[in-house]
Every structure is written in C-alpha cells, then in structure tokens.
C-alpha cells in the first residue's frame, strides 16, 4: 500500500485507478484525480462538465443503505455515535437526545478534511520525510571525504614525527660516528709516537753490539749511555668510550605529542513535530532585501550553462562539454562525472535522493547519476529532452522538442513511467514556442505546484497549474524599453517567487506566484545563464564570467 494513498483508497480516480479523485465530470460521470482531469479536458469533442467532487457529491444525494433496516437509506447522520442512521433508527431510543444532521453535509465536510490530509501529507509531510532521507544519504555520502581528511592528517602527522625521529637518529649516528674518529686518530698518533721510540732503540742495541764486537778502545770511550732516557717510557692514551642511553618511551607522552582525536558522538533527538497544514498555511514570511547581497563566488574555470544545488555549500555545474563537475564554494573540485554517450548534457537537476539528473538531447535519453554509475532511465523516440527539473513529489519535468515539428511540450515521469503531457492551452494553441534546436526552455515546480517555463523562443515566462492550464504569461517588464526581455534558466523558492535569469540584460527578475514584477537581481551579473536556490533560499547564479555566485536576496 502507498504510504501516501492508504488513507484514500476507497476515493481514487476512475481513470487512473491509482491517485486520489478530487475532480468529477458531470458529462461522462465519471471521478477524476489532479493529472488525469488535463488528459479528460484535452479531448474536445465533447464539452465537457468538470467540478470538485466535493461539489458533486453534494448535488447528486447517494444516500447509504442503512444495515440494521435493509429498506431505509441512511439520510441522516447522529453526531453522538459518529455513524450514518436511518429514519427508523432515529426514532429509537438508542439515539434519544442525540444531535442529528444531514449525512451528505457530513461526508462532504468529512471528505473536506481526507482532502486537506492528503493534501499536507503529499505536499508538507511526505517531502519532510524524503527531505530527512536525502540529508542521511548525503552525509553517508560524505562520510568517505570526511574521515579520509581525517586518516590524511593522521598520516601527514605521523610522517612529520617519521622525518622528526629520523633527523635525531641521523644526528646521534654522525655524533657517534664523530667521536669514532676523533678515538682512531687519538691512538694512531699514539702508535706513532711508540713506533717512532722502538725504531730508535732497535738502531741502539744494534750499534752496541758492534762496539762491542769490535774491541775498538775509541768506539768504547766515546759512546754516551741513552738508556735513562728510554726508561721513560711514551704517554699511553686512555680513552673513555662514549655510551649511548636511551630513553624509555613514555606512550602516553609519545600520544599526546602526535595529536589528540575526539570521540564519535551519537545522539538521537527527537523528532520534531510539524505543525497541522492549518498552523502553517503559509511558510515564514521572508522579506525581500533592498539590495541583494553576493555572499560567495566560486571559479569554475569553463562557462557553466547550468547549476543545481546537492547542498548549501556543494553545486553541480556543467558547461559546453561532456564532464558534470560537483564543486564546493571555494571552487575545490569533488567530484566528476562524463557523459554515457560523450555528448555535452543539456540540462541537470538533483534529485530528492540527492542523485544526479541530466539529459542527453543527441541520444534521446534522460539519465540517472547513482555512486558515480550511470543508468538511462528513459529513452525517448520521436522526442528529444531538453531541459529537467525534480519536484517536491520527487518527479521529473521535461521540456521536449519533437522530431517532426510539433508542438514543444512538458512531459511529468515517475520514474520512467509518463504521468502528464503539457502541450495546449484550453483552446488547442500551442503553449510553447516551436522546436529549434538552439532554443532552451528552462523550468522549475513553484511551490503551490504551478510549472514555470523560461521559454527563451517565445521571450516569455509561462506558467501553467499543476493541472496544465495556462495561469499567465510574463514578457518583461514594461519599463525596460533598451533590450527585450531574454530569459534563459528559472527556479522558484519557499516564497513561491519566480526568479528568471534575464541573458542579455545582464539581471534576475523577481515575480511573485502571479507574475507581477517584484525588483531586479544585478550584483555584478554578466550575462547570467543557469540557475538553482537551496533549501535556505540562497540563490546560486552560474555566470558569464566562469563563476557561480551565491546571492542572499531574503
């Protein structure tokens, strides 16, 4: 059962026979949810009569049968025993007293409220818990990055204490080796010096023996006794060998001195409790600022065409050629990622799973980036995609140019499976401008779901409801006379603010949900291009000049 459904099984579309009916047509009787009333309005044939059910079921009495008198309907309703009676049962004592009304008034009342349910639990509550589920994704995700920065700076610590310890030893080695030499040298001189004495006295005994053997009374007389001067015998040299003490290591000291490392902290708080739909009808009311302020610039190093953001400090960005890059706002390249086929990509967008979305105009695909793996979600024939948004209900809008020259149109997935077709107003024009290969259409969901088309070949904003027809056009403001109005990417934030980057006029325009110009965005902009706001309403601006600027304009 669909976590977002089971609560409204008993009410779904006739047509569809899976979402919610919230419509009905009185001409072919039959009950109608959000998507399926476009398709059903699209034929026409016939004139079609589509009312809120609400309205219906209020207008055409379907009494139930009452299961205790199996004649009687139950036209009643006691508010007391919370349950549909019958005339019969009214009368008996069991309800005496209790406050009766009509039935039909009570179920619509009641299928006003499984109205607003669904309608909190698809639009606020839901997208709270997929909201959650992407931000545990993406710090799994950044957990390698983290804690390899950590496991790096342990390894640069450790080889600053390898470099530090082997310094030391070379010293100790030399200082050993030092006063080895400076010991050999001590006894060589040493040696020298008795070697020198024996020499002397190998050539004295040798001559008295001769003046001995020769019996000559001159030799005899004359010689001179040397043999006190040997008695001294040469200074011995005495060394005191050097003795080398080390330390005992002390692995406490030796722990601190390579750096401390803080403990893992885990903790679960509770989970916050939202406020009913009633509480918060309306985000908190952020005020325009007078002058935007640009808080951060990050070169990209290439002229990026396109910008969706992971996170309030991570965007992807692609340009003219094959390679998506993932970057963080001092520019530090994190991650990339090249094209299945080699073509450049038209568009990219992030998904509520943080994966990465991009569409390859020349191959007909639309492709899924999932751990740096690329998977074609959808391939398509006689259309080609050209630009992608992801919705609050995690879908995939499409802008697509025909093969043989129809219409552009707007196409929504659930994953690979098409849910609508946007491509004419209510009297069968085109919406959209018609197919060139160099026109762009941007788009992004607004949050009261209206799908916002920057329609560059129309020079022209289009916003259509989430039921495809046509709520307004915007062409520019009508001050500006200088330059027409030439607008490339879109995207939307939590004011339900349209902002549209305007190409040759070098600015943003604000509108509010029905087009009506607010101000401008200039900060220094040079032919903005793509666009995208994170979840804090930080507006990132791929500009002309190889950067991506992060405005604050709340």
């Given amino acids: 059962m669909h976590p977002r459904r089971s609560a409204q099984d008993v009410l779904l579309c006739d047509l569809c026979k899976t979402a919610p009916l919230q419509s009905h047509c009185k001409l072919c009787h039959i009950n109608l949810c959000v998507i399926c009333v476009g398709k059903h309005l699209s034929d026409s044939s016939k004139d079609h009569n589509v009312v809120p ?26 508010e007391k025993c919370n349950i549909p009676v019958c005339s019969t049962c009214i009368s008996s004592d069991k309800h005496r007293g209790h406050k009766i009304s009509d039935v039909l008034e009570k179920l619509g009342s ?50 600053i204490l390898h470099r530090e310890i082997t310094a030391i030893v070379n010293k100790r080695k030399s200082d050993i080796a030092e006063m080895k030499n400076e010991h050999l040298a001590a006894l060589n001189k040493n040696t020298d010096e008795i070697t020198n004495r024996i020499t002397e006295l190998r ?9 001995l053997d020769s019996n000559d009374v001159f ?14 015998l040469p200074p011995k040299v005495r060394v005191t060998l050097p003795s080398f003490s080390p330390q005992k290591i002390n692995k406490d000291q030796l722990n601190e001195m390579f750096g401390s490392l803080s403990p893992l902290s885990i903790n679960t708080e509770h989970g916050d409790t939202m406020k009913s739909a009633e509480a918060v009808s309306s985000p908190p009311v952020k005020p325009l600022l007078d002058e935007p302020r640009l808080t951060a610039t990050i070169d990209t190093g290439y002229r990026p065409r396109s910008v969706s953001c992971l996170s309030e400090d991570q965007v992807w960005t692609c340009g003219e050629n094959e390679t998506m890059k993932l970057l963080n706002l001092r520019g530090k390249l994190l991650t990339s990622i090249k094209t299945k086929s080699g073509n450049r990509p038209r568009d990219i967008a992030v998904t509520r799973d943080g994966d990465l979305v991009y569409t390859d105009y020349d191959k007909g695909t639309i492709n899924l980036v999932r751990n740096k793996q690329i998977q074609t979600v959808i391939t398509l024939q006689g259309w080609s995609p050209r630009n992608v948004c992801c919705t609050a209900s995690n879908h995939l809008l499409v802008t697509m140019d025909s093969d043989d020259g129809e219409p552009s149109k707007v196409v929504r997935y659930s994953g690979s499976t098409e849910k609508q077709s946007i491509q004419f107003d209510d009297q069968g024009r085109p ?13 992004s969901e607004n949050r009261n779901l209206d799908i916002c088309v920057a329609d560059n070949g129309a020079r022209a904003v289009v916003v259509v409801n989430q039921s495809g027809k046509l709520r307004f056009r915007y062409t520019g403001h009508p001050s500006n006379t200088e330059q027409s109005f030439d607008p490339v990417d879109i995207t939307t934030d939590s004011q339900s603010h349209i902002l549209t980057a305007d190409f040759d006029n070098h600015r943003i325009h604000i509108l509010d949900q029905d087009g009506q110009f607010l101000r401008y965005i200039h900060c220094g902009l040079r032919r903005p291009f793509g666009l995208c706001v994170d979840i804090r309403d930080n507006l990132f601006v791929a500009d002309g000049d190889k950067k991506v600027k992060k405005i604050q304009y709340l």
């Avoid at 059910?53 to 006691?78: D, G, M, Q, R, V």
């Avoid at 050539?203 to 003046?211: A, C, P, T």
């Avoid at 030799?219 to 001294?232: A, G, H, I, V």
């Fill in 53 to 78: 059910f609400i309205k219906h079921i209020k207008s055409t009495p379907n009494y139930p049968k009452c299961p205790k008198h199996a004649e009687k309907h139950c036209e009643l309703f006691c």
């Fill in 110 to 159: 009641k299928t006003e409220n499984l109205q607003k349910d669904l309608e909190e639990l698809e639009t606020r509550i839901y997208p709270r818990y997929e909201e959650m589920a992407s931000d545990v994704q993406t710090e799994k995700a950044e957990l390698e990055t983290k804690y390899g920065k950590m496991t790096t700076a342990a390894d640069q610590q450790g080889e």
């Fill in 203 to 211: 050539q004295i005994i040798q001559d008295l023996k001769k003046i």
């Fill in 219 to 232: 030799l005899t007389s004359s010689y001179k006794s040397r043999n006190s001067e040997f008695r001294t």
């Fill in 431 to 443: 919406l959209y401008s018609s197919d060139d290969y160099n026109d762009i259409k941007y788009l």
